[in-house]
């Protein structure tokens, strides 16, 4: 059964750094683009940052400069490093991949829980 797993989430305070990990697991053929969402209360969900299986990343202006995205294929892994962190940072982030499961297969969509990133003093 595939499945998205999320960690390291938590409470910081402003200026401080967070380390998100997600790791997809069960059977299948390769991971397309990985990536981070956002939902803080009473908003939409939006799109943090993501990146390629090659490697091109893409980020949210707001958070250029500050975040990083990256991955580790051989561990069917993506990380968003949080630097810099502000109080409008504070949501659910949500990890996100495309799976293809079977060679030939369209991609599918997938989603972890979610992990709750607060930034307060």
């Known amino acids: 059964q595939l499945q998205l797993v999320e960690s390291g989430g938590g409470l910081v305070q402003p200026g401080g750094s967070l380390r998100l990990s997600c790791v997809v697991s069960?059977?299948?053929?390769?991971?397309?683009?990985m990536g981070w969402y956002r939902q803080a209360p009473g908003k939409q969900r939006e799109l943090v940052a993501d990146?390629?299986?090659?490697?091109?990343?893409n980020y949210a202006d707001s958070v250029k400069g500050r975040f990083i995205i990256s991955r580790d294929n051989a561990q069917n892994t993506v990380y968003l490093q949080m630097n810099s962190l502000k109080p409008e940072d504070t949501a659910v982030y949500y990890c996100n991949a495309e799976v293809v499961v079977r060679i030939f297969a369209p991609p599918e969509d997938l989603w972890g829980q979610g992990t709750q990133v607060t930034v307060s003093s």
């Open positions: 990146i390629t299986s090659s490697g091109t990343t």
């Open positions: 069960g059977s299948f053929f390769t991971i397309a683009a």
